[in-house]
């Protein structure tokens, strides 16, 4: 089969790298990769926000299956657009995707049914949001209500903070029009996980449990990034939590949308915080998590092109989704700058001895020339190991990194730490 994936960063190329291992899979194209990318599929040149022409373009390919790795083109309706084209897609509907495209309505949904997660109040005016900031006597996190590509959240501590913050996004100072509305809820304490699932809408076959870096600096310091690296480990969660969120979360959730009349066709991330009450969940995403995928891809042993193909077609095998036993870990190798501004072109080496030692590098934001790789984003590569266990795991992805250098590569050095420090799952 021709597979496309549509993306460009470091989730989009683990994708790539998986689907060509399938054996059905005779060609992988991807709208509009990247570096590394091209190195391993046919790039395809195209511009994710032209819907339209985006469309006829993916119809005129005529791929078997399209994978869609980024947000904004499910909120804007491309699974729709393809489906009625006749075309199969791995990728929720446009209204599957409001789970992750409206804060407020997610939130609405999760309170319609009774989906734990934390108390919130939507405003619209700066009147009520001081209010709302008051109301739990704590920390606040205010949420932009439209996509803000991780920017659109703020976890405030006191008072003058959320004013501050309430200001900058009712005022569209901070993410646009993404913030004249606002959900602010109560700040929940625990550790976040991140429990992604494949669904066709009936059958859910969870993925491994992983858990984020979103801070910029060791220790959870510094503003908040795209990600900065994640771990992938079964022992993050016992089989009881597992079992937990499934019931109380994921099938509650497929069971809401259905009810409401919307089949999920997709990859549903619940983005969770454990808190001493149990599992809440903290935010949906309605695609692959950036980095999370990475390190999942390096430990899935099921072929990903047949998976998805059910998943597409509405028949998702039930077979559990089987793992190389141990760990994976990613480690993201950023601009100096990130994720502030920062400058492109710094020639990149140590590629290939990181993956002569078994590692993979992933591409996030790279071009290449006929030498060189070349960065070409904030977050530039994905270094990412296994190991058979998450020491081991975590070793062998910074033996990678301590091969990769360019000019101003920072990269956290804790990644994994809160899982080697943990004596007994979640
Ligand atoms: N109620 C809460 N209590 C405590 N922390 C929270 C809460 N809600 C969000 N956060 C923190 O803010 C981060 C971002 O929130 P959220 O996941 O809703 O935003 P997002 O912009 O959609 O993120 P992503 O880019 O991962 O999709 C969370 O990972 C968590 O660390
Ligand atoms: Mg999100």
């Given at each position: 089969?021709?597979?496309?994936?549509i993306?460009?960063?470091?989730?989009?190329?683990?994708?790539?790298?998986?689907?060509?291992?399938?054996?059905?899979?005779?060609?992988?194209?991807c709208?509009p990769?990247?570096?590394?990318?091209?190195?391993?599929?046919?790039?395809v040149?195209?511009?994710?926000?032209?819907?339209d022409?985006?469309?006829?373009h993916?119809?005129s390919?005529?791929?078997?299956l399209?994978?869609v790795?980024?947000?904004?083109?499910?909120?804007?309706?491309?699974?729709?657009?393809?489906?009625?084209?006749?075309?199969?897609?791995?990728?929720?509907?446009q209204?599957?995707?409001?789970?992750?495209?409206?804060?407020?309505?997610?939130?609405?949904?999760?309170?319609?049914?009774d989906?734990?997660?934390?108390?919130?109040?939507?405003?619209e005016?700066?009147?009520t949001?001081?209010?709302?900031?008051?109301?739990w006597?704590?920390p606040?996190?205010l949420?932009?209500?439209g996509?803000?590509?991780?920017?659109?959240?703020?976890?405030?501590?006191?008072?003058?903070?959320?004013?501050?913050?309430?200001?900058?996004?009712?005022?569209?100072?901070?993410?646009?029009?993404?913030?004249?509305?606002?959900?602010?809820?109560?700040?929940?304490?625990?550790e976040?996980?991140?429990?992604?699932?494949?669904?066709d809408?009936?059958?859910?076959?969870?993925?491994?449990?992983?858990?984020?870096?979103?801070?910029?600096?060791?220790?959870?310091r510094g503003?908040?990034?795209?990600?900065?690296?994640?771990y992938?480990?079964?022992?993050?969660l016992?089989?009881a939590?597992s079992?937990?969120i499934m019931?109380?979360?994921?099938?509650?959730?497929?069971?809401?949308?259905?009810?409401?009349?919307i089949?999920?066709r997709?990859v549903?991330?619940?983005?969770?915080m454990?808190?001493?009450?149990?599992?809440?969940?903290?935010?949906?995403?309605a695609?692959?998590?950036?980095?999370?995928?990475q390190?999942?891809?390096?430990?899935?042993?099921?072929?990903?092109a047949?998976?998805?193909?059910?998943?597409?077609?509405?028949?998702l095998?039930?077979?559990?989704l089987e793992?190389?036993?141990g760990?994976s870990?990613?480690?993201v190798?950023?601009?100096?700058g990130?994720?502030?501004?920062?400058?492109?072109?710094?020639?990149?080496s140590g590629?290939?001895?990181?993956?002569a030692?078994?590692?993979?590098?992933?591409h996030?934001?790279?071009?290449?020339?006929?030498?060189?790789?070349?960065?070409?984003?904030?977050?530039?590569?994905?270094?990412?190991?296994?190991?058979?266990t998450?020491?081991?795991a975590?070793?062998n992805?910074?033996?990678?990194?301590?091969c990769?250098h360019?000019?101003?590569?920072?990269?956290?050095?804790?990644?994994?730490?809160?899982?080697?420090r943990?004596s007994?799952?979640?």
């Amino acid at each position: 089969m021709k597979v496309l994936v549509i993306g460009s960063g470091g989730r989009e190329h683990a994708l790539v790298w998986k689907l060509r291992q399938s054996p059905s899979v005779k060609q992988v194209l991807c709208l509009p990769g990247n570096g590394g990318i091209s190195r391993e599929a046919q790039c395809v040149a195209g511009d994710l926000k032209k819907m339209d022409r985006l469309a006829e373009h993916i119809a005129s390919i005529a791929p078997d299956l399209t994978v869609v790795g980024p947000e904004a083109p499910l909120a804007s309706g491309l699974s729709d657009t393809l489906a009625s084209k006749g075309l199969l897609v791995a990728g929720p509907s446009q209204a599957a995707a409001r789970l992750e495209g409206s804060k407020i309505f997610s939130k609405q949904f999760m309170r319609r049914h009774d989906i734990p997660t934390a108390d919130f109040v939507v405003c619209e005016d700066r009147e009520t949001a001081l209010a709302a900031a008051q109301r739990w006597g704590g920390p606040v996190v205010l949420k932009a209500d439209g996509l803000a590509a991780g920017k659109g959240v703020v976890v405030c501590s006191n008072a003058s903070e959320s004013e501050q913050a309430i200001d900058a996004l009712l005022s569209g100072r901070l993410v646009g029009d993404a913030g004249r509305r606002l959900v602010i809820e109560e700040a929940l304490t625990g550790e976040e996980v991140s429990f992604q699932v494949l669904t066709d809408g009936n059958t859910v076959l969870p993925l491994a449990p992983t858990q984020d870096h979103k801070a910029v600096w060791d220790d959870d310091r510094g503003p908040n990034t795209g990600g900065m690296g994640v771990y992938c480990d079964d022992a993050i969660l016992s089989n009881a939590l597992s079992q937990r969120i499934m019931k109380e979360i994921v099938h509650p959730t497929l069971d809401g949308l259905r009810k409401e009349g919307i089949t999920y066709r997709g990859v549903l991330y619940c983005g969770l915080m454990i808190t001493k009450d149990g599992p809440k969940v903290l935010e949906y995403n309605a695609r692959f998590g950036d980095p999370e995928t990475q390190p999942l891809m390096f430990r899935l042993r099921t072929d990903l092109a047949e998976t998805l193909l059910g998943l597409a077609r509405g028949n998702l095998s039930s077979r559990p989704l089987e793992w190389v036993p141990g760990a994976s870990v990613c480690v993201v190798a950023c601009s100096a700058g990130y994720p502030g501004s920062y400058e492109s072109g710094k020639i990149i080496s140590g590629i290939e001895q990181a993956e002569a030692a078994g590692a993979k590098i992933f591409h996030a934001g790279t071009t290449s020339n006929n030498h060189d790789f070349l960065t070409a984003g904030g977050r530039v590569l994905g270094i990412t190991a296994r190991g058979e266990t998450l020491a081991a795991a975590t070793r062998n992805a910074y033996h990678a990194v301590s091969c990769i250098h360019f000019d101003g590569m920072h990269y956290r050095h804790d990644i994994a730490q809160k899982g080697l420090r943990r004596s007994q799952p979640l």
